[in-house]
Structures are given as structure tokens and as C-alpha cells.
């Protein structure tokens, strides 16, 4: 059998990416990658990659893996449920701390709660070719590892080790706080290309994520946004998080499979900060706005950064006691009600 990863299963939909393909959209070819880029550096952290390598990005429902090498290390960030079976019954298993799984293991990874997207990191990471610098799937174009698709049932994805460290598991001290609140924007490029009004009523609004919610971006229902004139402009370039609003007055926020040039005025620009938060929304999640100048936008991000860095300071070895995480974390330690932890792993 060959050594890597079998996909018994693939899972609702699951695709290869790491932080992007950059320098390339003046040929048309977006930056993919992670949706969420802090799940995927949190992900690879516990299992002792570099931020950057590549993951199996995990939409809604996670595939069923089967371990075709002697021994891996593997972690899955974000609230999932996992089981791993050894060739008997399926044991549920934590998810945000790493694992270690031997030849013929299998891996279920089962529905993703509370978002849309998880990550699941394999110690030393995929044995792929990169495309234009990248590990990144972009199916519209074919770009990417298995060209671009997700990979079927029947593939095997190799791995650089056949055989993980000797090393204890590890899990976070505590969990990644993604903020909460209004998603935070920095107005235009072409503000002036709207109403005073609609400027206001973006800022004022509550907005319904619709179906139409995918790598490529977020539309959105609720208040309309009215054009000084027209809603076309000049084709110019595209960024993450960048708010589109065409003729309808219905606002699109671009997300990681972005086209490179669009010809819609935008009201305003997603901070890079808030950027990992709408790769984790569900249709039907609502959102608000707030306006951010350049500088409070850089400042927020830098102070994101510290936190991520703490938090991956601050791995810990998983507990020999096998104490459920959630339920510490939820815990009433002040008062000394400790009840929550059981002391038993899920």
C-alpha cells in the first residue's frame, strides 16, 4: 500500500490549501488558500509545522481518513467531532489538540460546530508538488494539488513522513477568541461612488448571510445601498474582504477565490483582522459593520498577532487525565464550581 493518507470518504467538501498564492493576479489567478488563516496556523502549530503548510481545509462535514503509513500526527482546529477507530468501535476524540495515529487507523471527521470551516494538519505535512508557489486549490481554474479538485474516495495524499516524532500530544491552554461584535471595515476604495445614506445604512444595518456563500465570497441581504450614479466603475483590482455592491444595492463581500478585477463600486474593505471570521460564517448568520480608520485597522491586526503568538507560546501536554477542554473552559473556576470538568474525555 502506498504511504500517505486514504480518503474513504471525502467529506462534504475538502480541498488542500495553506496561506495563498501570492503575485499572480495580474495573470487572473486569485490568492485562495485558507479561509480561515488563523485556524489553519493553529492547526499546524500543534503538530510542530510551520505556520504556512498546507492543510486539509474541512467545509461543514469532514472526510474519513484511513492511515497508510507507520505512524502520524495529526490535529484538527475548530469545535469537531472526531472518532478514531483502531479497527473496532470508533472512540470520539477531542479536536484542538494533536493525536497520534498508527498504520490502519481510521479517522472520522464528522460535522464542524458553530462554523463553516475547520483544519486538519498532518506533522511534516503533504508530499505534493506546489502550483505557482502554492499547495493552494482553486478548482474554478483546476489550479492546485489533484488540479484543483477535492480529493475522491480512493486517493491517497502522500505525506513527507512515514513515521511521526516521538513526542507527548499537545493541546492550547486556552481557546483562540476571534472577537465578536460588528465585522470592522475601513470605507472605499469608492465610498464617494455612494449615497451619504448608504454609507450610514451599511454602517447601521443588520445584514443576513444568503445561500450564495462560498470560497469566492458572501452575499448579503438586508438594507439596500444606493449609487450617486452607477453601480460600474472602471475594472480595478480586487481584495479579500473588499464589499462590492452592484446594481441591486445588495452588498458582496469577496472572499479567498476572489476574481482579480471587478468593475461594482465598493463601499468599503473588511479588515484583515475580521477576515478569519467571515471564512468561518454559515448562511444565515447575521452581521453588522463598523467603521475602522487605516491606522486602528493596523493596530487591531498587530494585536491580533500578539495573541496568536501567545497562544502558541503557551501549548501545553494534553492532560493525562483526559479532561474535556470544553468543559473546562465553560467551567465556574471563580466560585469554585468545578463540577463541569469530569475529569473524563469525551
Do not use: W
Amino acid at each position: 500500500m502506498p504511504n500517505g493518507l486514504e480518503i474513504i470518504h471525502p467529506g462534504l467538501f475538502t480541498t488542500i490549501q495553506d496561506l495563498g498564492r501570492f503575485g499572480f493576479q495580474d495573470l487572473g489567478v486569485p490568492p485562495s488558500g485558507a479561509l480561515d488563516t488563523i485556524g489553519l496556523r493553529l492547526a499546524n502549530a500543534l503538530v510542530g509545522n510551520a505556520a504556512g503548510e498546507a492543510c486539509l481545509e474541512i467545509s461543514y462535514m469532514g472526510p474519513v481518513i484511513r492511515v497508510a503509513v507507520d505512524s502520524v500526527r495529526i490535529a484538527v482546529s475548530g469545535k469537531v467531532r472526531l472518532a478514531i477507530a483502531d479497527g473496532g468501535t470508533p472512540r470520539p476524540v477531542d479536536s484542538n489538540r494533536s493525536h497520534r495515529l498508527k498504520r490502519g487507523d481510521t479517522l472520522t471527521v464528522g460535522a464542524v460546530d458553530g462554523a463553516s470551516t475547520a483544519y486538519l494538519a498532518i506533522e511534516g505535512g503533504f508530499a505534493l508538488a506546489p502550483v505557482m508557489g502554492s499547495l493552494s486549490s482553486y478548482g474554478r481554474a483546476g489550479l492546485g494539488p489533484l488540479g484543483g479538485r477535492p480529493p475522491a474516495a480512493g486517493t491517497i495524499l502522500p505525506l513527507r513522513l512515514a513515521q511521526c516524532r516521538d513526542a507527548e500530544d499537545v493541546t492550547f491552554a486556552k481557546p483562540m477568541d476571534y472577537g465578536q461584535g460588528p465585522i470592522r471595515v475601513v470605507l472605499g476604495p469608492q465610498a464617494d461612488a455612494f449615497t451619504q445614506d448608504a454609507v450610514a445604512t451599511l454602517l447601521a444595518s443588520i445584514y443576513r448571510v444568503t445561500q450564495e456563500a462560498d470560497r469566492m465570497g458572501l452575499r448579503l441581504e438586508g438594507s439596500k445601498l444606493a449609487h450617486r450614479a452607477s453601480a460600474d466603475i472602471a475594472s480595478d483590482g480586487l481584495v479579500s474582504g473588499c464589499i462590492q455592491v452592484p446594481g441591486s444595492g445588495a452588498p458582496i463581500i469577496v472572499l479567498a477565490d476572489h476574481q482579480t478585477v471587478g468593475g461594482y463600486a465598493k463601499i468599503a474593505t473588511v479588515i484583515s483582522a475580521d477576515l478569519p471570521r467571515l471564512g468561518r460564517v454559515v448562511p444565515g448568520t447575521s452581521l453588522t459593520f463598523a467603521a475602522q480608520s487605516v491606522a486602528e485597522a493596523e493596530a487591531i491586526r498587530r494585536a491580533q498577532e500578539r495573541e496568536i503568538e501567545r497562544l502558541i507560546r503557551g501549548i501545553i501536554p494534553v492532560p493525562s487525565t483526559g479532561v474535556d477542554l470544553d468543559a473546562l473552559y465553560g467551567a465556574d473556576l471563580i466560585s469554585g464550581m468545578v463540577d463541569a470538568v469530569s475529569g473524563q474525555g469525551r
